[in-house]
């Protein structure tokens, strides 16, 4: 498996009280010059993309994901490491202790993986993807990006485009929960936005560095007249890509 780190650099809120670090998936050496037997783990970054949710925990098998509920358009800021194999996801309002989303995912050992909380007004889903790392190849001049369509479904689902240098990367109709593949791109500036004129639109520019790791979430509300949980483009910097 190649290498991947985790950054500390981050562009969407990551949770308070969180150290940014790489998971490494590997056995300590002991005093004694032993080494003990590995104990499988995965990685497991979680999203809060819920505009009516501020303070989520997501918990897997009963065992909380962090240290920290999770704000609106807020992560952990890192991969944090899990048990392998069946697990149930569930996410919940810290504040109630109510359950707004469950589902099962398997966690394969030393695999990364992504959790994102959706949805709004009672209707809430978890979507839960395998971040396909170990296909990626760090490339002079490439970095790497993908998306997330978090706001919730409308009459017409939004046309995405992420685009470098005049050349699409993506452009494409893009379904509420749908999370793409992770697409090579020109390292520099990159436009993007969403868009359905049926009150979702949203643009940005955003700088890829060179072998680097992001995803660009799009998330809030069609035509709501709250500015703070209208439609946008936020990103964040999953890590970077070693030879």
Known sequence: MKRFLSSLHS?????AGLLLA???FV???KDNDTIPPRVPQAGLMAFNLSPDQNAVVMSLGGSNLGNSSLGYNSYTGQYLPVYTGAREVRSYDFNSGNTLATSNFTFADSGYYSAFLLGTTGNYRNVV???????LTATAGKAWVRY?????DSVNAPTINIAAGGTNVFNETGTYGNVSSFAMVNAGEVSTSVTNGEGIAATRNITLEENKVYTVMLTGLPGTTDSTRDAEVK???NGTITP
């Open 11 to 15: 562009y969407a809120k990551p949770a």
């Open 22 to 24: 790489s998971v490494l």
């Open 27 to 29: 056995a300590c050496k």
């Open 129 to 135: 993807v395998k971040d396909e790392l170990e296909t």
């Open 148 to 152: 997330i369509n978090a706001i919730p």
């Open 235 to 237: 990103f964040i910097l």
